[in-house]
């Protein structure tokens, strides 16, 4: 019904790019907007609240005086080494544990479990175990995406249609051929898609995992403005941080949409 495609609140209905583009600007200017005036109007202190000016100069500061450019690269290292790792293990157990149920029975009770658990409650087992170094960071941030990535890929692989299998089936395909011919390339970009929700829970990890023993790396940012009691250092490192998940994140969408730009537009 035209009426309907027009409503602003119609179910389930896309924005026109046009109105999409207005949101998407109108929002970020009323939160500016509401800084500004809270902050240039006085309304509140420096210490509580400081002024886009101030974070602007802290960011500055950080990136001449405290090197923050190689905290960012420390930082996305650790990263991308935990998420890789993460894939490593949870991509083909998770393949295994959704095709084949009996494999899924046993490991299943060891797993689930983990998913409940505060990540941050591993922290003193981790030092105990990985020391408080660059392993224990790591190893912190491998943990933190692998108990949310596993669960998505086995679900990935149970929803590929049965028909698809079947078919595969009837055509005489082995089990192993239809694992690698059908279920995995099936499953694949909504596996990809997830990896844009484990990027977001990486980042926001990041800095708990490095809070223990900083020395390097954005947590050490962080730490630096508590010590330094500078919120504007606080406010820099935590815009630095939205930043990279924004670029990040826009870098995966876009692999996603070149890898599989069969499957029409995410």
Known sequence: MPWADDHFFA??????????????????????????????????????????????????????????????WISSRRILIAFLLAAAVAFPLGILMGAFAPIEAVLEPIVAPLRYMPISAFIPLLILWFGIFEGQK????????FVFLLPVVVSAIK???????????TLGASRWQVLRTVLVPAALPEIFDSFRVMNAIA????????AVNPQHGLGYMVELARTHS????SFAGLVVIGGIGLLTDALIRGASRLLFRWRGAT
């Open 11 to 72: 179910l389930r209905v896309p924005v026109r790019r046009s109105r999409r583009l207005l949101l998407a600007v109108v929002s970020p200017a009323l939160v500016l907007g509401a800084w500004c005036l809270l902050s240039y109007g006085g309304l509140t202190s420096a210490d509580f609240l400081p002024s886009p000016t101030q974070v602007i100069k802290g960011t500055l500061q950080l990136f001449i005086e405290h090197d923050l450019a190689l905290a960012i």
């Open 138 to 145: 790591i190893a912190f941030l491998f943990l933190g995406t």
């Open 159 to 169: 929803a590929v249609p049965d028909e698809l299998v079947q078919t595969a089936r």
């Open 203 to 210: 980042w926001t990890y990041v800095i708990l995992a490095e």
């Open 230 to 233: 500078k919120p504007s250092w």
